[in-house]
C-alpha cells in the first residue's frame, strides 16, 4: 500500500455534508444529467468534445478496465476504484483527477433503482494542460515530486460551477464551437491552482519525472506484447532503473512488469469477448508464451478462468457491455 494518504483519507473519512451552496449545485447537477440523458441508462456522449454524462441504475460487479486522464463527478451515488494496491472512493462530496493511463478495477455503486449512479466525465486534453502551465499569468505553485496519477479532491464551487455550465451549454449547440473550449480551459485552470493540482502540473511539466513515467507509460501501452526490458525503457527517458522503478511505482501504484501484465491481460480478454479468438490465439497475441500461465493469471485477475469467463459473459448477453459504461462512468 501506497504511503501517500489523501486518496485512501477519502475513501475511508466519514464524510460532511455539502455546504448549502454546494448542495443546490449538486442538485442542478442531478437535473441536468437526467435531462441529457433523459432518465435512459446508459452512456451519452455529448457535442461537446470529450464529455460524457452516465446513469446507471443496475451496476455490475467490479469491472476491470483503463483510465485515461480525466475529471470525474459524480451527482448521485458513489464509485470505488483500484489502482494496483491503492483504493479511491469519490461521491458528490469529491472530484477525480486521472492525469496519466492506468489500469483500474473500478465499481458503481447506487442507494436505489429510483436513484441511479449519475456522473460526468470530461478528457483532459495534456497538451492544452501544457499550454496552461506555459502561461506566465498563472499562479505559482511548489513543485511536487513524482506521484500518483490519479487523486481525489473535495469538490468546491470553482470546480463545480463550470461544468454546470458546461453542461448548460448542451441547450445551445450552436454556442458550443466556440464557448465549450473556454469553459474547458478555466476548468483545467481550477484543476491546476486548487487541491492536488500540482500532481497534474507534473504531467506537462517538460523533463520532470512524472513526465519521463509518461512517456514510457505510453511507449509500454504501444508494445505490450513484446518482452518487457526495464533497462532499455529506462534509457529511453534517461532515467537510471533504480530510479525508473521508484517513479514508475510512484505514479502507478505498480511495477513495470505489473502493468504490462494488466495490460495484456485486458487486451486478450477484449480479444475473446468481443473479437471471439479462441484462448491460445488471444495468449499469443498479447505476448505470452505459454496458454497454461496466462489462464492462472487471467483467472487470478478476473476471477474465472477465460473459458468459463467467456461462457458467462456470452450466457449475461448484453450485460458486460452495460459493466464497461459502469467502468468508465466518472
Known amino acids: 500500500m501506497s504511503d501517500e494518504t489523501p486518496e485512501i483519507a477519502a475513501a475511508i473519512a466519514q464524510p460532511m455534508p455539502l455546504e448549502p451552496e454546494l448542495d443546490d449545485a449538486r442538485k442542478e447537477l442531478v437535473a441536468l444529467i437526467e435531462h441529457i440523458t433523459r432518465g435512459q441508462e446508459g452512456t451519452v456522449v455529448t457535442a461537446v468534445p470529450g464529455l460524457q454524462v452516465f446513469c446507471i441504475r443496475k451496476p455490475e460487479g467490479p469491472k476491470h478496465g483503463f483510465a485515461s486522464p480525466a475529471l470525474g463527478l459524480i451527482a448521485q451515488g458513489s464509485k470505488r476504484i483500484i489502482v494496483g494496491d491503492d483504493i479511491y472512493v469519490y461521491d458528490p462530496m469529491h472530484y477525480l483527477v486521472t492525469s496519466v493511463d492506468l489500469p483500474v478495477c473500478g465499481q458503481v455503486c447506487v442507494t436505489s433503482e429510483s436513484e441511479p449512479y449519475l456522473g460526468v466525465r470530461l478528457e483532459l486534453a495534456l497538451d492544452e494542460i501544457g499550454d496552461l502551465i506555459g502561461d506566465e499569468k498563472l499562479p505559482a505553485k511548489a513543485n511536487a515530486p513524482a506521484s500518483r496519477g490519479m487523486y481525489v479532491n473535495r469538490i468546491a464551487m470553482p470546480v463545480l460551477e463550470p461544468v454546470l455550465r458546461l453542461l448548460r451549454l448542451l441547450d445551445t449547440p450552436e454556442d458550443v464551437p466556440i464557448v465549450a473550449p473556454l469553459i474547458k480551459r478555466e476548468i483545467m485552470y481550477r484543476l491546476l491552482v486548487n487541491g492536488e493540482g500540482a500532481r497534474l502540473r507534473q504531467i506537462a ?12 507509460i505510453s511507449a509500454l501501452r504501444m508494445n505490450y506484447a513484446q518482452s518487457l526490458r526495464v533497462e532499455d525503457m529506462a534509457r529511453a527517458v534517461h532515467m537510471s532503473v533504480s530510479s525508473f522503478h521508484h517513479h514508475f511505482k510512484a505514479v502507478t501504484a505498480m511495477s513495470p512488469l505489473q502493468y504490462q501484465k494488466q495490460l495484456r491481460l485486458q487486451e486478450a ?3 475473446m469477448l468481443i473479437a471471439g479468438a479462441d484462448v491460445a490465439s488471444a495468449a499469443h497475441s498479447v505476448g505470452y508464451e505459454s496458454t497454461s500461465q496466462f489462464a492462472r493469471e487471467y483467472g487470478r485477475m478476473f476471477g474465472a478462468p477465460p473459458l468459463r469467463d467467456k ?6 448477453a448484453g450485460n458486460d457491455a452495460m459493466g464497461a459504461a ?5
Not at 461462457?311 to 449475461?316: A, C, F, H, S, V
Open 269 to 271: 480478454r477484449r480479444q
Open 205 to 216: 511539466l517538460q523533463d520532470s519525472h512524472t513526465q519521463r513515467i509518461t512517456k514510457a
Open 311 to 316: 461462457r458467462r459473459w456470452l450466457g449475461e
Open 326 to 330: 459502469s467502468m468508465e462512468a466518472a
